[in-house]
């Protein structure tokens, strides 16, 4: 990913616009990060204090601009419901983490696989030397396990003991498994 003149994407679907965030989003990001646990998503996206969401806002967006990492805001018809975001694990060959969060109310429609999809599709895209994606999720979360295995990752392993200090399993994606655009959003 070449760090030279590179700014966050925007990406746009069938229902969503996926845009960085900006300082106004702080409500919304709070809206969602209130009702997840700590333990869910680690220290990272806040809990009920708003001023932890204020901090990641300001972390988020102060990252803009450098590369490889960035968080991206979520909207489904024109109100933010979550994030999904990418940073680099690997420099040769290059490998990036995916991850996402959603509003609670968002669950069971879909828009966590039309998002992830949407982002793993850019990242591969805008880098010809991209070797995989791969992605974290809690062992008992059983609709992401179904939503990584239906974008075409396989399972890797077992991380005892994750960020979020229960098991985590990790899914990988290789350049050439990943599946059409198209056929990940419908």
């Known amino acids: 990913m070449n760090a030279d003149a590179w700014a966050p994407p925007v990406l746009r679907t069938r229902r969503l616009i996926i845009r960085p965030f900006r300082v106004d989003d702080l409500e919304a990001v709070h809206a969602y ?88 599709e850019h990242l591969y895209s805008s880098s010809d030397e991209l070797l995989r994606v791969e992605a974290r999720v809690a062992a008992d979360d059983r609709a992401g396990v179904r939503m990584l295995e239906g974008l075409g990752f396989q399972q890797e392993g077992t991380l005892r003991r994750g960020a979020s200090g229960g098991d985590c399993l990790l899914f990988g994606l290789l350049r050439d498994e990943r599946l059409p655009a198209a056929a990940a959003s419908s």
């Open 33 to 120: 990060a209130k009702d997840w646990p700590p333990t869910q998503y680690g220290s990272w996206l806040g809990g009920d204090d708003p001023s932890e969401a204020a901090r990641y806002i300001a972390d988020t967006v102060s990252r803009y601009g450098r590369p490889p990492r960035a968080d991206l805001a979520v909207t489904l018809e024109g109100r933010l419901i979550g994030g999904v975001g990418w940073r680099q694990v690997w420099v040769a060959p290059p490998q990036v983490e995916v991850g996402w969060v959603l509003h609670p109310q968002a669950a069971g429609r879909g828009v966590a696989t039309e998002a992830v999809s949407a982002l793993v």
